[in-house]
Each structure stands twice: as C-alpha cells, then as structure tokens.
C-alpha cells in the first residue's frame, strides 16, 4: 500500500530525511536513492507518495518514493562491474596480513595496528549508519576519515559495502581514498626504514 506526505527534516548535504504521512501516522525515514532514478533533489515540504518498510528494529523506511504526478519508471539494475568491490578488497587485505606477519614482511606492531583499527572503524561506520537512520547524532566525517588514515581502511571498505553507507558522496569517498594511499605509503616507508620494526622490539620486546 502506498501512503501520501511531505518531506520534512531533510538534509540535502547528507542526503536523507523523514517523510511526514498525510493526516495520521508515524513519519518515516528516506533516503537520497529510495527516489526514482532521475528524480531532482527533494527539498522541505515536497509532496510524495511512498511505500513502507521495516528495517531489524521495527523502524519505518520509505522506498520507491515519487514525487507528487511524477511517473512511474523502472530502476535499471546497477552494473557489478562498474562498483568497487569494497568488502572483498578490504578482506584481502586483512588476511594478508597474517602471511605478511609470519614471513616476517610485516612488523607484529602494524599487524595489531591494522586489525585493530580496522575493527574500530567497522564498528564506527556501524554506529554512524545507525545514527542516519535513527536520526541521532553523527559520527563526524573528519573522525571516520582520522581512524582509516591510521590504519582503519580495510574494516572501513567492508563496512561501506556491508551496511551501503558513506559510498555515493564523492566528497567523503576523495577524502577516504587520499586517506588510504596516505596510510599504505606511511606504512610502506616506516617498514622499509626499519621502523616498525624497531617498535616493534621496544613495545613488544620481540
């Protein structure tokens, strides 16, 4: 059954909001991509009709939004070949890390730095997808960029592919890209110089 409302609370900046029901009802939360393909951005006070759905914790979500008169048009499948695979690129690297620490190519210091991290910003993204949804409040963008800059980056590619979060605003994906190639270039240097290894031996007593 589709409901009518409005947009309310929208956030161009970080694509999503709430839809309001006509007459009674609980608002639902929308998302940028719930909208037809094509469709212009959504501003306050817009008339749409929608559908409703439920997400893990009972929550309202609306999908296959339209604007009020606009007609209907069929999604085109997304091509696989034209996304990162985040999740398989971010699980390579984790496992390679411990191949990497037993033949001795990667200092124990950066191997517990990288999954640890790696960890933290899983759960990070985690939390801020949650927090989208909910309404709360967000994990700054600058904090998710500090953690994958450190370390981070792998958890944070399975994370995005897994909960579809922080991987259409280009802005967010130039800073967590320049991020990555920061972090493997620090990581490269400090292993060649010998380091990492030498923290390694001074905190580990390896």
């Given at each position: 059954m589709r409901l009518a409302g409005r947009i309310s609370g929208w956030n161009d900046d970080k694509g999503y909001g709430f839809v309001a029901p006509s007459g009674s009802g609980d608002?639902?939360?929308?998302?940028i991509k719930?909208?037809?393909?094509?469709?212009?951005?959504?501003?306050?006070?817009?008339?749409?009709?929608?559908?409703?759905?439920?997400d893990a914790r009972g929550r309202s979500q609306a999908t296959e939004?339209?604007?009020?008169?606009?007609?209907?048009?069929?999604?085109?499948?997304?091509?696989?070949?034209?996304?990162?695979?985040?999740?398989?690129?971010?699980g390579v690297c984790l496992a390679g890390v411990v191949p990497g620490t037993v033949s001795g190519l990667l200092p124990?210091?950066?191997?517990?730095?990288v999954v640890g991290l790696s960890l933290l910003s899983y759960l990070m993204y985690w939390l801020d997808?949650?927090?989208?949804?909910?309404?709360a409040r967000r994990i700054p963008e600058g904090t998710l960029h500090l953690v994958?800059?450190?370390?981070?980056?792998p958890g944070a590619l399975i994370a995005q592919q897994q909960f579809r979060h922080k991987t259409v605003k280009a802005s967010f994906q130039f800073g967590f890209w320049c991020s990555v190639l920061a972090n493997v270039a620090v990581v490269a240097w400090l292993v060649r110089s010998g380091v990492a290894h030498a923290l390694t031996d001074a905190l580990l007593g390896i």
């Open positions: 608002r639902a939360f929308v998302h719930a909208f037809q393909p094509g469709s212009r951005r959504p501003v306050e006070g817009d008339l749409v009709s929608y559908a409703v759905t439920h939004v339209r604007f009020a008169g606009q007609r209907i048009e069929r999604r085109r499948p997304a091509r696989p070949s034209a996304r990162i695979p985040r999740a398989l690129l971010g124990l210091v950066v191997a517990i730095a997808k949650e927090a989208a949804q909910g309404g994958d800059l450190l370390g981070g980056w």
